[in-house]
């Protein structure tokens, strides 16, 4: 069988997929779509046949999207796939219509609403439909959270029958091993993501900067590229002493085994990976308590939840680790876990998403 996947970066693809694409490569030739990045190597290497695809992934313009939805008409003639799985909006919805038109199998992932549903207005209402149309004949589309997959069914985006909820990608608990926990007088707290204002980056800058003129031995630890300009304020930062930007990093196991807790205060997610990943390491976590983050943490047990887009509350949990003891913060590592063992274990969600593409 040939399996054609459609995405619009490397890095989501290797690093959260990897393991399904293995499992796909088993018993199917399987093709790659999306830009050229440094992680299309490793993914060649597995056995994946790439092809070079421009998807711009923020972007609204119509001739822009207009090359990519006849690339994917192109492509998919001449692949003649059995089957197409599809990732993040613009693959889903043009890939999906693509499909549809040309009467392909196909199963669409929903790995988070992003910007365009944060919000009612004309944009929403124009992704809405666009879903619509792109998603009507799918033979399975998969959530990473309950109210991504309540939110398309109650609008009537998919039928329930369409509609599957996995626990996010899952998370590698032998890759993320549980991490001997690390000691200190400097509390060091970690974020792994795109710096942006929408990952709450200006939150957490805010908070802890609360913390260091408190006085609190803190440091935080930015791992990430820009998505956004903070190179002034990082700099200013860094320059007080107690933020250290690392950049992009393709390894981050050596930051989550030093860190003491990771922060994740974003606006909104399909299933934050890094969650799962720091928890998986014994690592506590204080993220936001929206769906797509507090799914990975036991309040008060492995993390604390912050109220999305609240400096104070999210200063005042930050505030609260600082004040627990090594024994107590360590056991909240273990906490965390463990829930990753019995809930978020990537060989369940990949067993899991093969049962549905299989039928």
């Not at 998919?158 to 509609?163: E, F, P, S, T």
Request: hydrophobic share 35%.
């Amino acid at each position: 069988m040939k399996v054609l996947i459609l995405a619009n970066n490397d890095v989501g693809l290797y690093q959260f997929r990897k393991e399904l694409i293995q499992e796909l490569l088993k018993k199917n030739m399987v093709y790659i779509s999306l830009p050229y990045g440094k992680l299309v190597e490793p993914l060649k290497k597995m056995g994946c046949q790439y092809i070079d695809t421009s998807v711009d992934r923020r972007g609204i313009n119509p001739l822009t999207d207009i090359k990519l939805f006849l690339k994917y008409v192109s492509m998919i003639r001449k692949i003649k796939p059995d089957l197409v799985v599809t990732y993040t909006i613009k693959p889903n919805v043009y890939g999906g219509i693509v499909c549809r038109i040309l009467h392909i199998p196909y199963a669409v992932n929903i790995t988070g609403l992003g910007t365009a549903f944060q919000k009612e207005g004309l944009l929403r209402r124009i992704v809405t439909i666009m879903y619509r149309i792109g998603l009507k004949r799918a033979k399975v589309v998969f959530f990473e959270n309950g109210e991504n997959f309540q939110m398309f069914v109650k609008n009537k985006v998919v039928k329930r029958r369409q509609a599957c909820q996995l626990n996010g990608a899952g998370v590698n608990v032998e890759r993320y091993h549980l991490a001997e926990y690390p000691d200190g007088d400097i509390t060091k707290y970690l974020f792994i993501g795109r710096v942006m204002k929408e990952k709450g980056i200006e939150e957490l800058f805010t908070a802890m900067h609360m913390l260091y003129k408190d006085g609190e031995q803190v440091q935080l630890d930015v791992l990430g590229d820009y998505e956004e300009d903070y190179k002034e304020i990082i700099n200013r930062y860094q320059s007080e002493g107690w933020l250290k930007y690392h950049g992009y990093q393709v390894d981050v196991k050596p930051f989550i085994h030093d860190s003491h807790c990771f922060v994740l205060p974003s606006w909104h997610e399909g299933m934050a990976n890094t969650n799962l990943e720091c928890a998986s390491s014994g690592r506590p976590v204080i993220t936001s308590n929206i769906h797509g983050c507090l799914e990975a943490v036991e309040d008060g047990v492995s993390g604390y939840l912050c109220e999305c887009r609240n400096s104070q509350d999210l200063y005042q949990k930050m505030k609260t680790f600082v004040g627990l003891s090594y024994a107590e913060r360590k056991q909240m590592g273990l906490a965390g876990r463990k829930r990753m063992e019995m809930c978020f274990d990537k060989r369940q969600v990949v067993a899991k998403t093969l049962s549905e593409l299989y039928k």
